[in-house]
């Protein structure tokens, strides 16, 4: 036999319980400015709202305020890592802080068209990694969307506030050479889906060695398998390769499995750099050198550049120190 629904508590629910109008509920919960309601009764429509478990409409919410409170982040198809989810618990405190709300949509355009999404949810911003069409720009700025794009290769679509990531590429080879290295490898992913990041990262790499006049970084894939990983490692070593920046500390974890596998040791036989300071980076035997990002600190800019959109006001700049090295022994 089917069960009932349950009916859903209303804030005629908490007002009778409270024993006050619907209206002082209304004005309790939503903290409605010069309203003469005694701290008692304010007290008890908090508490009834608790016992009942009210949760008050977003949609009547929105009615009510002119806009909504959500902010829609479109996560492209990528894998979901420690460095993500710290990202994307920052972010929704510093929103929060905010009074503002993030919902998170993993996958890409073809599992839902974006239109779709953002028509559903009706939110005050939409923070996405891809571009979009003059049309689809077109229809939620009339919508009252605002839109983030973050690293955007297009000027005047969008908003760019996340780290450029040829910074992250560009730390790491800053600090092999300042150790005295001058031939570098460079470890990329075997992971199609995180190209988006491993290119500019790269092309930093890159960048940092063209400003010195040193060679060209010796690029290899590098899978997260150790046999694969050792191969890689010979055949760095065979070119003249002293250290290696890796796309991650995932990837450099492999390669230092590599170095052991092939009887080396790092850095004395070959130097090893990280981007993200994950937990296991400081278990690993040698602790791995990495190039971390300050998320707490990136996730109240993230939030701060989405508010200036939503008031059409001038994008802050991003602090500077958000990125550093966190030395340990592997480099």
């Not at 500019?200 to 290899?220: D, E, F, M, N, Q």
């Given at each position: 036999?089917?069960?009932p629904?349950?009916?859903?508590v209303?804030?005629?629910?908490?007002?009778?319980?409270?024993?006050?109008?619907?209206a002082?509920?209304?004005?309790?919960?939503?903290?409605?400015?010069?309203?003469t309601?005694?701290?008692g009764?304010?007290?008890r429509?908090?508490?009834a709202?608790?016992?009942?478990g009210?949760?008050p409409?977003?949609?009547?919410r929105?009615?009510r305020?002119?806009?909504?409170?959500?902010?829609?982040?479109?996560?492209p198809?990528?894998?979901?890592?420690?460095?993500?989810?710290?990202?994307?618990?920052?972010?929704?405190?510093?929103?929060?802080?905010?009074?503002?709300?993030?919902?998170?949509?993993?996958?890409?355009r073809?599992?839902?068209?974006m239109?779709?999404?953002?028509?559903?949810?009706?939110?005050?911003?939409?923070?996405?990694?891809?571009?979009?069409?003059?049309?689809?720009?077109a229809?939620?700025?009339?919508?009252?969307?605002?839109?983030v794009?973050?690293?955007?290769?297009?000027r005047?679509?969008?908003?760019?506030?996340?780290?450029?990531?040829?910074?992250l590429?560009?730390?790491?080879?800053e600090?092999?050479?300042?150790?005295?290295?001058?031939?570098l490898?460079?470890?990329?992913?075997?992971?199609?889906?995180?190209?988006?990041?491993a290119?500019?990262?790269?092309?930093?790499?890159?960048?940092?060695?063209?400003a010195?006049?040193?060679?060209?970084?010796?690029?290899?894939?590098?899978?997260?398998?150790p046999a694969a990983?050792?191969?890689?490692?010979?055949r760095?070593?065979a070119?003249?390769?002293?250290?290696?920046?890796?796309?991650?500390?995932e990837?450099?974890?492999?390669?230092?499995?590599?170095?052991?596998?092939?009887?080396?040791?790092?850095?004395?036989?070959?130097?090893?750099?990280?981007?993200?300071?994950?937990?296991?980076?400081?278990?690993?035997?040698?602790?791995?050198?990495?190039?971390?990002?300050?998320?707490?600190?990136?996730?109240?800019?993230?939030?701060?550049?989405?508010?200036?959109?939503?008031?059409g006001?001038?994008?802050?700049?991003?602090?500077?120190?958000?990125?550093?090295?966190?030395?340990?022994?592997?480099a």
């Amino acid at each position: 036999m089917t069960e009932p629904a349950t009916k859903r508590v209303t804030s005629a629910d908490v007002a009778r319980l409270a024993g006050v109008s619907r209206a002082t509920v209304s004005y309790v919960l939503n903290d409605t400015p010069r309203q003469t309601i005694s701290a008692g009764t304010r007290d008890r429509v908090r508490e009834a709202a608790a016992q009942l478990g009210y949760a008050p409409s977003a949609a009547a919410r929105t009615l009510r305020t002119g806009r909504s409170d959500v902010v829609l982040y479109l996560l492209p198809d990528w894998p979901i890592g420690p460095e993500v989810g710290l990202a994307l618990e920052a972010l929704s405190s510093a929103l929060a802080r905010h009074g503002l709300t993030l919902v998170v949509h993993p996958g890409n355009r073809e599992d839902r068209p974006m239109t779709e999404l953002w028509k559903a949810i009706t939110p005050a911003a939409v923070i996405a990694y891809a571009e979009f069409s003059d049309a689809e720009i077109a229809a939620m700025r009339s919508a009252g969307v605002a839109l983030v794009v973050a690293l955007s290769r297009k000027r005047g679509h969008g908003r760019e506030l996340a780290v450029p990531q040829e910074l992250l590429g560009r730390r790491q080879a800053e600090h092999l050479v300042r150790a005295g290295h001058s031939r570098l490898g460079y470890a990329y992913p075997d992971d199609h889906r995180v190209r988006f990041f491993a290119e500019p990262r790269l092309a930093g790499v890159r960048a940092a060695c063209a400003a010195r006049r040193l060679p060209t970084p010796v690029g290899l894939t590098v899978p997260l398998d150790p046999a694969a990983a050792a191969d890689a490692v010979r055949r760095w070593r065979a070119t003249g390769v002293t250290a290696v920046c890796a796309y991650n500390d995932e990837v450099a974890l492999a390669v230092l499995a590599g170095v052991r596998l092939v009887g080396l040791s790092a850095p004395d036989d070959l130097a090893v750099i990280g981007v993200d300071d994950i937990p296991p980076a400081r278990l690993a035997e040698p602790a791995l050198t990495t190039v971390a990002t300050d998320q707490s600190v990136l996730g109240a800019h993230l939030a701060a550049t989405v508010v200036a959109a939503m008031s059409g006001r001038v994008a802050p700049t991003l602090p500077t120190g958000v990125v550093r090295v966190v030395t340990r022994a592997s480099a």
